[in-house]
């Protein structure tokens, strides 16, 4: 399970309203213990989705596997929408599929980087709005940067899926199965 402390996500600077309200959560930070871990799980639970994922760049333990299986997951999640446009185009499906061998270390930073260049290219030929769930997600992983990652996924899901309350809702229920599956 992925955990983090109050100490860990003050220094990273965290939202002090997020930061007061899981305080509260917790009976305070003096009561609960400043380097006491807690859960991203309890936080997506307690803040919310977008806070957990912010917290991935404040966990005790590495996240950047986690990160990039579900920037992957969400890009691959709304991918119809690009392949129903562009069906012969498979280079964001590659992309995804190389991001995701890359977190489960069965593909190099190489691959991981001409499979992003892939997916740069296609946006250059014109179908940039479409692919920008899998370029978000692939460039993301690419940096091996978990805030990229999450972030830019789910602005990239948000602006593809027309900001949809299910499609929110998906994202948690996967982050939290993602989280549960590595306890």
């Known amino acids: 399970m992925l955990t ?28 609960y213990g400043s380097d006491t871990p807690f ?18 760049r404040a966990t005790i333990e590495p996240s950047d596997k986690i990160a990039r299986l579900f920037a992957c997951d969400c890009a691959d999640h709304v991918l119809h929408f690009f392949e129903e446009k562009y069906p012969n185009d498979k280079r964001p499906r590659t992309a995804i599929e190389v991001a995701r061998r890359y977190a489960n270390g069965e593909a190099t930073i190489e691959e991981l980087s001409a499979a992003s260049d892939g997916v740069w290219d296609a946006a250059s030929d014109g179908v940039w ?50 989280l549960d599956g590595i306890c």
């Open 39 to 56: 859960t991203l799980l309890e936080v997506a639970e307690v803040l919310g989705l977008d806070d957990a994922l912010w917290c991935l």
């Open 4 to 31: 983090t402390t109050f100490r860990k996500v003050k220094e990273q600077r965290a939202c002090e309203e997020s930061y007061k309200k899981f305080a509260k959560h917790k009976g305070g930070v003096k009561t």
């Open 129 to 178: 709005a479409a692919t920008r769930a899998a370029r978000d997600a692939a460039g993301a992983a690419a940096r091996a940067a978990a805030e990229a990652a999450t972030w830019a996924t789910s602005a990239a899901v948000w602006a593809v899926a027309g900001g949809g309350a299910a499609e929110r809702e998906w994202q948690l229920q996967r982050f939290k199965e993602l």
